[in-house]
């Protein structure tokens, strides 16, 4: 069974820093991209960033380029996204998910965290 | 970045209705396009993928369609655990971009 478990979430102050961790199991972990979704209150789904199964290729939204980086420990099935430079519009709750394929371009999400809270705040 | 432009926004329908929900991408996407369900405080469930391809375990009631640059997701006869909100997303191009959403709410 694919199980994925975000943590690291926290209230941090607008330019602080944060890194989001997603611990993955049920599936070998390599062979499929993952990507970070958010969810600001009340909002709608945003997709943020997504990275190939070697980690070898990277995307991210335009909101958060520059900002966030995306990476992965294959060797210990974890999925991790850095976020410097916050912001108040990067309140969200941030969800993990497990793409059909290999690679993120043309595979879709079929695998979903619980998502951790993130708030920036002073 | 491909732009989504999907509706209603929100509506208001009864057990047993027809309900039709529409994207419309900016560019064309072929039929790398996913539909997910989501209810409050929850993850997203996906739904449908390759724009009408029902992911195992969903309900036959929902369908999907389209190509293009435009995509409909269909409940056929609506039920009561289907009251959520409804999202689009293309996979064709980075950043892979979702749909503002439809909440269909109980009349």
């Known amino acids: 069974e694919v199980q994925l478990a975000e943590s690291g979430g926290d209230l941090v102050q607008p330019g602080g820093s944060l890194r989001l961790s997603c611990a993955a199991s049920g599936f070998t972990f390599s062979s499929h991209a993952m990507s970070w979704v958010r969810q600001a209150p009340g909002k709608g789904l945003e997709w943020v960033s997504g990275i190939s199964g070697s980690g070898g290729v990277a995307y991210y939204a335009d909101s958060v380029k520059g900002r966030f980086t995306i990476s992965r420990d294959n060797s210990k099935n974890t999925l991790f996204l850095q976020m410097n430079s916050l912001r108040a519009e990067d309140t969200a709750v941030y969800y993990c998910?497990?793409?059909?394929?290999?690679?993120?371009?043309?595979?879709?999400?079929?695998?979903w965290g619980h998502g951790t809270l993130v708030t920036v705040s002073s | 970045a491909i732009q989504w432009t999907q509706s209603p926004s929100s509506l208001s329908a009864s057990v047993g209705d027809r309900v039709i929900v529409t994207c419309r991408a900016s560019?064309?996407?072929?039929?790398?396009v996913a539909w997910y369900q989501q209810k409050p405080g929850k993850a997203p469930k996906l739904l449908i993928y390759d724009a009408s391809t029902l992911e195992n375990g969903v309900p036959s009631r929902f369908s999907g369609s389209g190509s293009g640059t435009d995509f409909t997701l269909t409940i056929s006869s609506l039920q009561p655990e289907d009251f959520a909100t409804y999202y689009c997303?293309?996979?064709?191009?980075?950043?892979?971009?979702f749909g503002g959403g439809t909440k269909v709410e109980i009349k």
């Open positions: 997303q293309q996979f064709n191009n980075p950043p892979f971009t």
């Open positions: 998910a497990h793409h059909s394929e290999v690679v993120p371009r043309n595979s879709y999400l079929d695998y």
């Open positions: 560019q064309g996407i072929i039929t790398a």
